[in-house]
């Protein structure tokens, strides 16, 4: 907040141009990295190709949620409710209780903020097959608070039979849908849009709902991240590897229910444990993770990457994930720091 | 006289003579619904009785002239679903589900017990026949939005009802669903609003006012209907009328209902009106006699 506060009204006096918040989704993909268009859209189509009960709704958010994919290859299976979150998550409920499998889209901020009691009661207490699809999940977008759902995750895990899940890539995401479909009870993924990186087909990796996965093996250090995070944990151990630090990097999607049994196998060693997630420091994964390991007796320091509890300011991605600790840079310099 | 004549005068008598019959047969399943919910009210000492009372017509109109459902088999697939999104009326909604056949009287008395399948708000994870978990208000109408849509994309002739207060106008998503029901064009959905003018905090239009209500229906382009939601010959009519154009698509219906809280009892309905009605222990038999009495007193005329 101070910096916007600082800059208001001041003109840039500054030699570098200030980088611009450019359009509400903007992309977190790398220059020149591989991504796949609008994968949960394609996933969406292909997973309803072979089940016929799946449907798709959104709340006046189709085309930024890649919804539109679907709409376009089945619009009679797809019902457009408005912007209009509560109906929106009322009638996903009502088309479940007549034996379909609703995939409901929004941003996250409204599905988690505005339509919560919608999902708690009409969806996760009868355990219904509802799936959010929840659009710029934690700090995807430089909107502001308005559109940063920062702790989305905060709200949903205290739900009662929601299962949560943070995909990192594409890879995550295409894999990911036909699974929610055949899971019972209701979900929540948090979206990826657009030009989404693909990262993961370069460790053998298959998503598995439920399963956290080791990705890299190290003697030194290991992170425990989900979402976008693992990319940026993945990048961040090859740059700690030119400081001689070897860094394990293991893949936690599922936030609800958490694969406990993998990760406690990881941090209960001598190597520094790092989470690293795209969420508030406060009800995510580094809470999770903490849970976990305070219940299992290990005594162990885990050592948090993630967004503050605050609310963030507005800005370009690449400002504030610096500016916020998400940034590469400021991973490998905060391990560095840690390790002394 | 010729005999096609005749034969057309008979058949009006007949038609008319069936009228009253069903009239009467409706009207009887209300009393016993009302006889139901007393002897659960008095079971808990308190509760939503009032409600009950004033709805009771409602919920007999449905349940024992309207809704297509098997008792046996609660679950049946082509049955109508009747969604009851104000969860604190169960009472009078497991009273229906007696008179149904749905839920056996004997278990009437297990209301709002420990380990019962009739807890005091309605939740479909309990009670055969309860399709939703109302309580939360504003919920019925979205998750009938969702109904109806699914049931007709599956090609089902079903229809869908929502029990709505009038206290739940006040919520958004009603009239979020109330746009949508008729955006997506449901002809399969049918909303009934029992208005009785009272909140939890005190009358409707001292909590927030909510009318006019039919002209708020229409003008989100519902068929909209008003009657006397205690007089069964305007309701059943009401329900005809919503029933003659209903349709896979076309015009959500909606039966505005002016009930009175405490309706059959004098004693309870001359009361001081509130949301949850204290009755005294001495008062319950009272109440069923000035039931019997008056419904009786009806019956005979």
């Known amino acids: ?340 | 006289m010729t005999a096609t004549e005749e034969a057309r005068m008979t058949a009006t008598q007949e038609t008319v003579a069936t009228a009253a019959e069903r009239i009467h047969n409706v009207s009887a399943a209300a009393y016993r619904i009302r006889h139901h919910a007393l002897n659960m009210g008095e079971v808990q000492g308190q509760g939503y009785v009032g409600q009950a009372l004033g709805a009771a017509d409602m919920l007999a109109a449905v349940y024992a002239d309207q809704l297509r459902f098997q008792a046996a088999d609660p679950e049946w697939e082509g049955r109508d679903r009747f969604l009851l999104s104000t969860g604190h009326y169960a009472i009078g909604h497991y009273a229906a589900l007696a008179e149904a056949g749905i839920v056996p009287v004997e278990e009437l008395e297990t209301y709002g017990s420990d380990d019962s399948r009739l807890p005091m708000s309605g939740m479909s994870t309990y009670t055969p026949g309860m399709e939703i978990s109302g309580g939360s208000l504003g919920h019925g109408l979205t998750i009938a939005v969702g109904m109806a849509l699914g049931l007709r994309y599956q090609g089902s002739t079903a229809r869908v009802y929502n029990f709505l207060s009038d206290g739940e106008l006040d919520e958004g998503s009603t009239w979020e669903a109330a746009m949508g029901a008729h955006h997506h064009q449901l002809g399969n959905l049918t909303a009934m609003v029992d208005i009785n003018a009272l909140q939890a905090d005190g009358k409707t239009d001292t909590v927030l006012r909510t009318e006019p209500v039919t002209e708020k229906w229409e003008s989100f382009g519902w068929y909209t209907q008003r009657v006397d939601g205690n007089n069964m010959a305007e309701l059943l009519q009401a329900f005809d009328n919503a029933a003659a154009q209903a349709a896979a698509v076309g015009r959500p219906s909606v039966i505005l209902c002016d009930t009175k809280v405490g309706r059959g009892v004098p004693l309870l309905e001359e009361r001081e009106k509130a949301h949850f009605m204290r009755i005294e222990e001495h008062e319950w038999q009272q109440c069923r006699e000035q039931l019997t009495a008056g419904y009786e007193g009806r019956a005979s005329r």
């Open chain 1, 1 to 340: 907040m101070s910096t916007a506060t600082a800059s208001k009204g001041t003109a840039s006096t500054g030699t570098a141009p200030k980088l611009k918040t450019s359009a509400m989704i903007a992309s977190f993909a790398d220059p020149g990295q591989k991504t796949a268009s609008a994968p949960f859209g394609h996933a969406l189509v292909k997973a309803a190709q072979e089940n016929d009960r799946i449907v798709g709704l959104t709340a006046d958010l189709g085309k930024y949620t890649d919804m539109h994919i679907f709409a376009q290859a089945f619009p009679e299976r797809f019902f457009q409710m408005g912007m209009a979150e509560q109906l929106l998550f009322g009638a996903a409920a009502g088309l479940a209780e007549t034996g379909l499998v609703p995939f409901a889209s929004t941003y996250s901020v409204f599905a988690a903020r505005r339509a919560y009691d919608f999902l708690c009661l009409d969806s996760a207490e009868p355990n219904l097959n509802v799936n959010i699809v929840g659009g710029l999940p934690g700090l995807t977008t430089g909107y502001g608070p308005s559109h940063q759902a920062t702790e989305d995750m905060a709200i949903f895990r205290g739900m009662p039979n929601l299962t949560i899940v943070d995909p990192c890539d594409s890879i995550d995401i295409e894999q990911a849908v036909p699974q929610l479909a055949a899971s019972e009870g209701p979900t929540y993924l948090r979206l990826l849009r657009g030009n989404v990186p693909t990262v993961l087909d370069e460790y053998g990796y298959t998503f598995e709902l439920g399963k956290a996965k080791v990705l890299r093996g190290g003697n030194d250090v290991v992170f425990i991240s989900s979402g976008l995070m693992t990319m940026r944990a993945l990048q961040a151990a090859k740059a700690l590897a030119e400081h001689n630090v070897d860094v394990a990097v293991v893949h936690t999607p599922t936030i609800k229910p958490f694969d406990a049994a993998t990760v406690l196998a990881e941090i209960n060693t001598d190597r520094l444990a790092v989470t690293l997630e795209n969420h508030s420091v406060i009800g995510g994964l580094f809470e999770t993770v903490a849970s976990a390991v305070v219940t299992a007796g290990l005594g162990k320091k885990v050592v948090p990457v993630a967004l503050p509890d605050e609310f963030l300011d507005a800005g370009a991605l690449p400002t504030l994930h610096e500016r916020y600790g998400l940034s590469v840079q400021r991973i490998v310099a905060k391990v560095l720091a840690e390790l002394g």
